[in-house]
């Protein structure tokens, strides 16, 4: 509308070169209205009513279109230029794969500049950079918030252009240097159909006329056996745009390109052979952490398909020591949680997970009288609520009041990287139970020094011991009290007891660890560093079950 409005005119003029030209079928000129109006309002645009109620672009109006791109009318619409697959991509392509995911995931660059950003952010995590450098580069170049970025690396990831190249870096894969090689859309067209179902195929359902995201959804659900949401499908859509395969007809229509004839027919039909796509969270329980971490942002914000971010919590909460039962349903809790532990201190946690598509969630989406009657019906000890964010005070609020806790995705992430350093039990965990509202994982604060203190003074215990295998007056033997003053000599314990030395000597003196000995009162040291820590970690695979 605002390049349109170059040569002043009048809103009913605009209705009509919406209809005409860009293939809109507005009836009333409130659409038009409405948006001048925001046009106004931002200053953009001025209406003379001493010029006939014509409309003018302002000097900030002028300046802004000239720094937008914009759809062209159904007139000038035209054919970007083909260029054929790779023969590498096409046999990448044909490739069977019967995991295929729905959900593409997030692009940087949006729906016309995905290509050139994937091909800077390839360029730049080339040789290997560390995550918080990464989401630094996404902040700085696309304005990106470090959630989007993780969901960034989750797509690339799952498309196979990027890897990990350790716990908390990234780096290009091969495939993702070959593409670079000669990155074309096309290429990475058939990068996407490898992982991602329903993509070349869609070409197969425009039956030679322009429809819209809402049809071809439907068509493909009817042909295909395949259930894509509108927005699905326009992610794809945009892809094959990108590839010179489709073409926008209008602001909501898309048509093939005669360039279609070139791609092979066994990408198009193909799928006709295939089984229905497997659900992308089924397989979470092989996710690393890190890729758990990015499912659950990504399907925080998934809210076409809730039961995605239920499932990715399940699994989440799982790694923290719970069994999980996953329920869902309408009425029904989603994940109902059991402390593993005796009946006497066992406890039951009911999880109910709200993914949204603008990130945080408010108080009308959470129904409090509805947690209420699942706690009662499952006999719950405690409620949570999960989601993206929680922000909003009456929703804190009234999760204070009903006594449930609030645990955003960022607070979940914190756990489970915590759990991984400091493995809590169940009972650790409850504490945080003690104070509704937003998570506070300071709580968890004294049980994790505790852990702490008592790894140190494993370490100081054995290094003690080692220290005196040389000793030719006792032999290298040492009593409670002589470990208890060489260690507390050392100072690096605070208000060290000798009770907690006495039962350290007593846990790796056990003939089950075994990793001292015992000879009357005295102990001594058995072995290295590197052999204790073989027993501890063959007692350590025998907790797996």
């Not at 050139?116 to 080339?126: E, M």
Request: aromatic fraction near 8%.
């Amino acid at each position: 509308m605002l390049v349109n409005l170059k040569s002043p005119m009048t809103a009913r003029e605009l209705l009509e070169t919406a209809n005409n030209e860009y293939g809109a079928s507005w009836k009333q000129l409130s659409e038009v209205q409405s948006r001048l109006k925001w046009s106004r309002d931002l200053g953009l645009v001025e209406l003379r009513e001493y010029e006939n109620n014509h409309y003018y672009l302002t000097e900030l109006g002028i300046r802004f279109i000239s720094s937008i791109d914009v759809e062209p009318t159904l007139g000038v619409a035209k054919e970007p230029e083909f260029v054929p697959p790779s023969e590498w991509a096409l046999q990448i392509a044909l490739k069977n794969n019967d995991s295929k995911n729905a959900n593409i995931g997030f692009l940087v660059g949006g729906s016309t500049g995905f290509i050139s950003a994937a091909i800077q952010i390839l360029k730049f995590v080339d040789d290997g950079v560390p995550e918080a450098t990464f989401y630094s580069f996404l902040a700085q170049q696309y304005e990106l918030s470090k959630s989007s970025a993780k969901s960034a690396i989750s797509t690339l990831t799952r498309l196979g252009l990027i890897v990990r190249s350790g716990a908390d870096s990234i780096r290009t894969s091969a495939l993702g240097e070959k593409w670079l090689s000669t990155p074309t859309a096309i290429d990475f067209a058939c990068i996407c159909h490898a992982s991602c179902c329903c993509l070349f195929e869609l070409l197969g359902l425009f039956d030679n006329k322009p429809v819209d995201s809402k049809t071809l959804s439907l068509l493909a659900t009817e042909r295909y056996g395949i259930k894509l949401s509108s927005e699905y499908i326009l992610a794809r859509l945009n892809i094959l745009r990108a590839a010179g395969l489709v073409v926008k007809t209008s602001s909501l229509k898309f048509t093939v390109a005669n360039c279609v004839s070139e791609i092979p027919e066994a990408l198009i039909s193909r799928i006709d052979n295939n089984p229905e796509p497997k659900d992308e969270s089924v397989t979470l329980s092989a996710l690393s952490i890190n890729e758990l971490i990015a499912e659950l942002w990504e399907a925080a914000r998934d809210s076409q398909h809730p039961h995605r971010l239920e499932k990715a919590v399940s699994e989440a909460f799982g790694r923290l020591g719970y069994r999980c039962a996953l329920l869902g349903g309408s009425g029904e809790t989603d994940v109902l949680l059991y402390a593993n532990a005796a009946s006497k201190y066992a406890y039951k946690v009911a999880v109910d997970a709200k993914s949204t598509a603008n990130g945080s969630v408010d108080s009308s989406q959470v129904d409090f009288d509805t947690l209420k009657l699942h706690r009662k019906k499952h006999n719950a000890d405690h409620l949570i609520v999960v989601g993206y964010d929680f922000t909003e005070k009456r929703l804190l609020d009234r999760a204070t009041e009903h006594d449930v806790l609030l645990v955003g995705i960022r607070h979940l992430e914190k756990l489970l990287k915590s759990q991984l350093l400091f493995p809590l039990s169940s009972q650790d965990l409850r504490i945080l139970f003690s104070k509704p509202g937003v998570i506070d994982l300071d709580l968890l604060s004294p049980a994790i020094d505790t852990m702490k203190r008592h790894a140190s003074l494993l370490a100081e215990t054995l290094k003690t011991l080692l220290s005196q295998n040389e000793d030719p007056v006792f032999g290298g033997v040492m009593t409670a009290r002589d470990v208890y003053w060489v260690v507390r000599n050392n100072g690096g314990l605070v208000n060290l007891s000798l009770i907690e030395v006495k039962e350290m000597l007593g846990f790796l003196s056990s003939p089950l660890v075994g990793c001292i000995g015992k000879s009357g009162d005295g102990y001594y040291a058995i072995g290295s560093f590197q052999d204790a820590a073989r027993r501890l970690s063959f007692l350590a695979d025998a907790c797996q079950g």
